[in-house]
């Protein structure tokens, strides 16, 4: 008989006996503080409808790029996994990744599943090909309950906010709902307007058109800016704090009234070369800088990754299908434009996240250490993991210390692994907190106020909660 599982209560703290005790006593203070979730994918409809989650593979599979991807590099096919509209039969999914358990040995994602399993599902059999319709009907048999549907765990994890990523002509009904019927925390809206921005996007044009349309300006670049300001304005009316940016390149660029006239006329038309689109990226990006300087929405910036690598698999399975790969990312130069208008005025808040880890302490920190309105992001996407997280405390802190951070970002949408992402954090920054202590580098009362300070309200003052 497989013997259970049992998560060490200790787990990420440092193997000194010191440097642990202490590790523990800091984490402690804020282990079951409330989460503090200001940006993330899960879908509003979920709380909304609060339906039972359909089985365990959609649940802790199909929909996580982290697990399908590691799963397709060892042989599966995505269609085996119900990617991109193919027919797969949760439970053969299912066994398909109980009998690769051991691949995600020592990864983020499987801490998450085992986290999730053990403390949300109870489930503390290991899986394996052995166990897994033991496992599969166990989690099935729950999802059938009241306390595993959606609003009962937001309710049980603690969540105190909860932002969603949302298009920006959405009428955010969901939204609305939630607020009017008041049985729901804090679940607010994020305003996402890469589609809109991006002459490359799919659909672009008429996407701008539609926008136009929706917003009754007319087809020219003030009309188009007026149209973002209307919908941002919008999102704020239905409890926005932020618009979020995902760009491959952080490139910024300044121009004039009529050359940004010339430059959206070339691009709605079709006329913009490759050097021309990034012009207008460019250019958009400081467009939303100055939005949010007068509208007071955070701006957050996710850059770094080239989306869709594989246009075999992004042709066949569609986006957000595990083959987006991190690139070198240049903040310094490209934010540069951005930060000569803006990067002083103290109603900015510019939060960058990178996936390239060397920029944290060349580029990001330094900004943050000199600009207010700069701060920097918690790692994110394939950065948010223990090590890689305590790799980002040290690149930091020594240069920003910790008040210029996010606060953790856990930016997911698979909903049962949002309290082990938190819980990761919170052992990290322990961990990191407790070696300065022993180390003499800061003193434990000081540690103290750092951790209960990083876990709530830094991230209600960074993202003007």
Known sequence: ???????????????????????????????????????????????????????????????????????????????????????????????????????????ASGYWIAESL????????????????????????????????????FERFGIEVLA?????????????????????????????????????AVAFAPRVRQLLSATENPSTFAGYLAALEQRRRYFIDHGAVSA??????????????????????????????????????????????????????????????????????????????????????????GLRPLLERFGLDRDLHLVLFAVDETVYSREIAPLAGFYPSVYIGAPWWFLDAPDAMARFRSAVTETAGFSRGSGFIDDTRAFLSIPARHDTSRRADAAFLARLVIEGRVDEETASAVIDDIVGPQPKRVFKL
């Open 164 to 200: 969603t990523t949302d298009d920006p002509l959405d009428d955010l009904a969901g939204h609305a709902a939630l607020a009017a019927e008041g049985k729901v925390g804090r679940v607010l809206p994020t305003f996402r307007p890469d589609r809109y921005l991006d002459p490359d």
């Open 244 to 333: 979020d940016h995902g760009v491959e390149i952080p490139e910024t660029l300044d121009l004039d009234a009529a050359a940004g006239e010339a430059l959206f006329a070339r691009v709605i038309a079709g006329d913009a070369d490759a050097a021309d689109r990034q012009a207008f990226r460019a250019h958009m990006l400081l467009q939303m800088a100055r939005m949010s300087v007068e509208d007071g929405l955070v701006m957050t910036v996710h850059a770094g990754v080239v989306r869709n690598h594989s246009s075999t698999t992004f042709r066949r399975f569609g986006a957000d299908t595990g083959h987006d790969i991190p690139r070198r990312t240049d903040f310094v130069g």
């Open 1 to 107: 008989m497989p013997q259970p599982l049992r998560r060490d209560r200790d787990r990420l703290f440092p193997a000194d006996p010191s440097t642990r005790s202490l590790a523990r006593t800091l984490y402690e203070r804020v282990a079951d503080a409330p989460i503090i979730s200001p940006h993330g994918h899960v879908p509003v409809e979920w709380l909304v409808d609060d339906r039972p989650f359909a089985d365990p593979a959609s649940l802790l599979i199909t929909h996580d790029h982290y697990v399908t991807r590691l799963l397709h590099a060892s042989g599966v096919g995505l269609d085996e996994l119900g990617l991109g509209g193919s027919a797969a039969d949760p439970r053969d999914i299912w066994r398909r990744f109980a009998e690769r358990w051991p691949l995600f040995a020592g990864t």
């Open 118 to 153: 053990e403390n949300v599902l109870d489930v503390t059999v290991p899986l394996s090909a052995a166990t897994a319709d033991e496992t599969y009907d166990r989690i099935a048999a729950q999802l059938a309950t009241a306390a595993l549907r959606p609003r009962a765990l």
